[in-house]
């Protein structure tokens, strides 16, 4: 959800000065140069209000080549928050829930608040190409909605930090893990001892793993089933095939550096990683929320 309205954000941001946008007939033009045509309007129903967000459909156009939709996937797409007159803000304030409406700009103006690497390639300046902007309100999150959000959100992320070392202590306990933690807290159990060459900085290094939360989600793995979801470490790795990358180049977390480091090939291993040593207060994505420890279970294959 939260990249859908990143994304927007950006493009309203950018959404400025209207005025030169000649719109075509079936467009109107506000005082400020907001160019916008309604395709369905509901005056009685509830409307934006600054700082609200819209939840619904959005597709937007360079021209006819589309760079964005996620039509049949209702998210949150744009936030009612003012940047110049005449930009997108404007059209927004109009809309009501259940309206369908597009709003149009030119590139050239939207150019003038970007890098120039944030326009696309087949963007060619004076040629008055235009970016649409075809919104399909279906819900309103107020700004009193979303400042509440905001603040169980941080109640909720202060909890879990609180929480943190209760959690991993009885993780310890329930599987019986008897090594001291380090220094950071970082459990190292090692369940089998290699051989082979050791894991030192420059060397290339095969890992086969498996990461799971503490209540054993499990959110990756290059051996077990559908937790390949491409690898967080290596999108590009085969199915199966273990992780192989120079230790100190790849930037993994530090749990997993400092676990593995001076481990021989051949070791088996599992690692317990508070969230300081992982993903810490911002988390990965959906499958690791902020303030999570890690389990990881790993086979070092070999070390070159």
């Given amino acids: 959800m939260k990249k859908n309205l990143t994304l927007a954000t950006i493009l309203v941001a ?8 000649g719109g075509g007939d079936k467009f109107k033009t506000t005082p400020s140069g907001l160019h916008y045509k309604f395709e369905k309007q509901d005056k009685n129903a509830q409307q934006v209000q600054d700082g609200d967000v819209l939840v619904g459909e959005m597709t937007i156009k360079f021209d006819t080549i589309e760079t964005f939709s996620n039509v049949g996937h209702a998210d949150r797409i744009l936030q009612a928050q003012r940047t110049f007159d005449g930009d997108l803000y404007e059209g927004l304030l109009m809309m009501h829930v259940g309206d369908k409406a597009t709003f149009a700009i030119e590139a050239d103006s939207l150019a003038k608040f970007l890098q120039s690497n944030q326009m696309p390639p087949y963007y060619k300046p004076g040629t008055s190409q235009k970016i649409y902007y075809e919104v399909n309100l279906q819900d309103i999150v107020t700004k009193d909605e979303i400042m509440q959000e905001q603040s169980n959100f941080m109640q909720e992320m202060q909890e879990r930090q609180q929480s943190e070392p ?3 202590a009885k993780y310890v306990a329930d599987n019986n893990i008897k090594v001291k933690p380090t220094a950071d ?3 190292i159990i090692v369940k089998k001892k290699g051989t082979g060459a050791k894991v030192a900085t420059g060397k290339e290094v095969a890992v086969n793993y498996t990461g799971r939360l503490l209540d054993g989600t499990m959110f990756d793995s290059s051996v077990e089933g559908d937790a390949r979801q491409g690898g967080i470490y290596n999108p590009q790795r085969e199915p199966y095939e273990p992780l192989k990358y120079v230790v100190g180049q790849m930037g993994l977390i530090r749990g997993w550096e400092e676990g593995i480091m001076g481990q021989p090939a051949g070791t088996i291993l599992q690692l317990v990683i508070p969230s300081e040593m992982a993903y810490g207060s911002q988390g990965a994505g959906r499958q690791i929320p902020p303030f999570s420890p ?5 086979e070092i294959v070999s070390v070159k």
């Fill in 14 to 21: 950018g959404a400025a000065l209207l005025a030169s946008c």
């Fill in 185 to 187: 807290g970082l459990y």
């Fill in 294 to 298: 890690l389990v990881f279970d790993l």
């Fill in 166 to 168: 209760e959690a991993i």
